[in-house]
């Protein structure tokens, strides 16, 4: 079975820290899919980063970074310099290789940025 | 930029009530989804639609809950009669590719069951 462990449910920072959002998953498939997601006050859910099994290279876009671990099942999320806007709830989510299968979502961290 | 839309974005209904959620996928997205979260809750799969069928049901969508793609560009969820329970924020979403394909969401319903 599939499993998405976000850890952290709440994460208070203040403006210009750097936060890190750990997310562990299992699974038996060779071949699948990670996501994060971020979801604002406003409530939608708004894509942020896709990250295939075979492709472990470390991204970066722009405040935001992900590493990704298959050796210890980790992809992490990191927020440089975080700002006001960036509180929200961050969901990561796992899914399969099989078209039309669902996403399995972590229970999210809610992160709460101050000034 | 292309985007997912649902219709309404609030609605309240009395327990026992019929509702149908709404939804516009992207015009090229072949694979459509229906989630719901529960206020302050994980977001949970409740069904995937593929060339006029099903793909993938949860648990949770049990006989109340029906899709139906009614035309080129609608792919709405009716439930039946309504359950208290059935409170949540509603999402469709819909991706493109044969693959695990990115999904994308809409901006949600929130349905309120009296």
């Known amino acids: 079975a599939q499993k998405v462990t976000q850890a952290q449910t709440e994460i208070s920072v203040v403006e210009k820290e750097d936060v890190t959002l750990d997310c562990v998953y299992e699974t038996r498939d060779t071949t699948y899919y990670l996501f994060w997601y971020k979801q604002p006050p406003s409530g939608e859910l708004v894509f942020l980063i896709r990250?295939?099994?075979?492709?472990?290279q470390n991204e970066i876009s722009g405040r935001y970074s992900w590493n990704f671990q298959k050796s210890t099942s980790s992809f992490n999320f990191t927020i440089t310099a975080s700002q006001v806007v960036d509180s929200a709830v961050y969901f990561c989510?796992?899914?399969?290789?099989?078209?039309?299968?669902?996403?399995?979502f972590g229970k999210g961290t809610t992160l709460s940025v101050s000034s | 930029e292309p985007e997912v839309t649902q219709t309404p974005s609030h609605q309240v209904t009395q327990m026992g009530q019929e509702v149908i959620l709404r939804c516009v996928p992207i015009s090229n997205h072949l694979y459509f989804y229906w989630y719901r979260q529960i206020l302050g809750q994980k977001v949970e799969f409740l069904v995937s639609f593929y060339n006029n069928e099903i793909s993938e049901k949860s648990e949770i969508f049990d006989d109340q809950f029906s899709v139906e793609r009614p035309d080129g560009s609608n792919f709405t969820l009716k439930i039946r009669s309504t359950k208290l329970e059935d409170s949540a924020m509603y999402f469709c979403a819909s991706g493109n590719d044969q693959g695990q394909e990115t999904q994308y969401f809409g901006p949600g319903t929130r349905l309120l069951v009296l």
């Open positions: 989510a796992l899914t399969n290789n099989q078209a039309g299968t669902a996403l399995i």
């Open positions: 990250r295939n099994s075979f492709d472990e």
